[in-house]
């Protein structure tokens, strides 16, 4: 799966850390780093990340979990949202 993160979204809120610790991790109070490719062990937990998003900055290929946003949640629309 691959994964990308919209740096000028995230807030680091730190709820995809907590929830996939194996992908994503805080480096120091506000900075994320994730690796873009994750592993199909890691599915369940990513699509709990994408869905505790509260700014919705993680876009995910791959991931179609029920329960999961779809690939492109979390792309800016045309209204900036």
């Given at each position: 799966?691959?994964?990308?993160?919209?740096?000028?979204?995230?807030?680091?809120?730190?709820?995809?850390?907590?929830?996939?610790?194996?992908?994503?991790?805080?480096?120091?109070?506000?900075?994320?780093?994730?690796?873009p490719?994750?592993?199909?062990?890691?599915?369940?937990?990513?699509?709990?990340?994408?869905?505790?998003?509260?700014?919705?900055?993680?876009?995910?290929?791959?991931?179609?979990?029920?329960?999961?946003?779809?690939?492109?949640?979390?792309?800016?629309?045309?209204?900036?949202?």
């Amino acid at each position: 799966m691959r994964l990308v993160v919209d740096l000028n979204k995230c807030q680091g809120y730190a709820q995809c850390a907590f929830l996939a610790p194996d992908v994503f991790a805080m480096h120091g109070e506000e900075s994320l780093v994730y690796s873009p490719r994750a592993e199909e062990e890691q599915r369940e937990k990513l699509a709990r990340a994408v869905a505790a998003c509260p700014v919705q900055a993680i876009t995910t290929d791959g991931l179609d979990d029920a329960g999961a946003a779809p690939a492109g949640a979390g792309q800016e629309t045309s209204d900036g949202r």
